[in-house]
């Protein structure tokens, strides 16, 4: 019976993992939805709403491209790290440059852009 309450114990990290990747996916797709919602319900322009959808998507497939040779440079656990506080200052800026009045469309594609794949 001791042996079967360690094994659990030895699964919590990766549980906790799988349980901050499921948080972080939610909140992915919310991004990609609400991205181009906002624009579309700020400015009513569906190019713009395009180009901001777009660069979400890039923002998501360009960092497969230099992420390999990041990670061999930086090393996997400080990438990672880079680029989540990267993601994470890209996608608190928007409201809080709306709020202070100043967002335009330029200020919302390098967010976008900036994701970093997450």
Same mark, same amino acid.
């Given at each position: 019976?001791?042996?079967?309450?360690?094994?659990?114990?030895?699964?919590?990290?990766?549980?906790?993992?799988?349980?901050?990747?499921?948080?972080?996916?939610?909140?992915?797709?919310?991004?990609?939805?609400?991205?181009?919602?906002?624009?579309?319900?700020?400015?009513?322009?569906?190019?713009?709403? *395009?180009?901001?959808?777009?660069?979400?998507?890039?923002?998501?497939?360009?960092?497969?491209?230099? *992420? *390999?040779?990041?990670?061999?440079?930086?090393?996997?656990?400080?990438?990672?790290?880079?680029?989540?506080?990267?993601?994470?200052?890209?996608?608190?800026?928007?409201?809080?440059?709306?709020?202070? *009045?100043?967002?335009?469309?330029?200020?919302?594609?390098?967010?976008?852009?900036?994701?970093?794949?997450?």
């Amino acid at each position: 019976m001791a042996e079967q309450g360690l094994a659990i114990a030895d699964r919590t990290p990766i549980f906790a993992l799988l349980s901050a990747e499921a948080v972080l996916q939610v909140g992915n797709m919310m991004t990609i939805v609400a991205g181009p919602w906002f624009v579309l319900q700020t400015t009513g322009s569906a190019a713009k709403t *395009g180009l901001v959808s777009a660069a979400l998507v890039l923002g998501s497939v360009l960092p497969a491209v230099v *992420g *390999g040779p990041l990670v061999d440079r930086m090393g996997f656990k400080r990438a990672s790290i880079f680029a989540d506080l990267a993601s994470e200052a890209a996608v608190a800026s928007v409201p809080l440059l709306y709020l202070a *009045g100043v967002l335009t469309l330029w200020q919302l594609l390098v967010p976008a852009l900036a994701r970093m794949g997450r």
